[in-house]
């Protein structure tokens, strides 16, 4: 069993979805063939996006096709989990392509050890993160008033290989989040990393910190 890491840099969201299927669909192929194959964990940025996952509910986007085109800012409707979220500069996205079998895990619990590792890297920062019971997803204040959330997650899964994944803000404008419901929430608010601490915190050294996470937790 192989485990890659991977950076794409800032990439456009439809190219970085191409890419992800052309892999995904490699490696089911190469798993039902019993061929080799690698599993991989991509890093990358987007400019800024809108993702509405399958099941969710376009009146979540807040903004007109001319209104968007004036934040410089696209739509897309994906075949993820999850409602409606934001993609831009300053937020680390992570899509893990692998084979959920590989590493004795079903997808609840892939969901779970993906919020694990994003909990063990807000840590790190002095940064209390945790669950929300029936959200998906990385908040802070869980059950307070000001519950927010740090970090989004939508999953694809067929024939237990994964592709898609989380999105964390770390020097993430939030302003973009306003043009939405994110992830179908009208009663809960977006964090990121630079406006807990104050100050902006360079994106390579947390993308290590959830790299080191992730690897640590599937036992590689």
């Not at 993702?51 to 968007?68: D, I, P, S, V």
Request: proline share 3%; aromatic share 10%.
């Amino acid at each position: 069993m192989k485990l890659q890491t991977t950076d794409w840099g800032v990439i456009p969201y439809d190219e970085a979805w191409k890419k992800q299927e052309g892999i995904f669909d490699e490696v089911i192929r190469a798993k039902l063939a019993e061929e080799a194959y690698d599993n991989t964990i991509i890093f990358c940025e987007h400019p800024h996006v809108y993702t509405l996952g399958r099941h969710g509910q376009a009146n979540n986007m807040l903004l007109g096709e001319e209104q968007l085109k004036a934040i410089d800012a696209t739509l897309y409707r994906t075949d993820r989990g999850g409602d409606i979220t934001y993609h831009g500069p300053g937020q680390l996205v992570c899509y893990p392509i692998i084979n959920l079998e590989d590493f004795g895990l079903g997808l609840k619990n892939y969901i779970h050890l993906l919020e694990e590792a994003v909990i063990c890297v807000c840590a790190a920062y002095g940064i209390v993160a945790t669950r929300v019971d029936g959200a998906t997803g990385v908040w802070l204040d869980a059950g307070q008033p000001t519950e927010r959330k740090i970090c989004a997650i939508g999953v694809r899964s067929s024939r237990y290989v994964t592709m898609h994944g989380l999105a964390f803000n770390v020097n993430t404008d939030l302003r973009y989040f306003s043009y939405i419901h994110p992830c179908g929430f009208t009663d809960k608010g977006v964090t990121s990393l630079a406006r807990e601490l104050g100050k902006e915190v360079p994106l390579c050294e947390v993308q290590q910190r959830l790299q080191d996470e992730l690897v640590r937790l599937l036992q590689v």
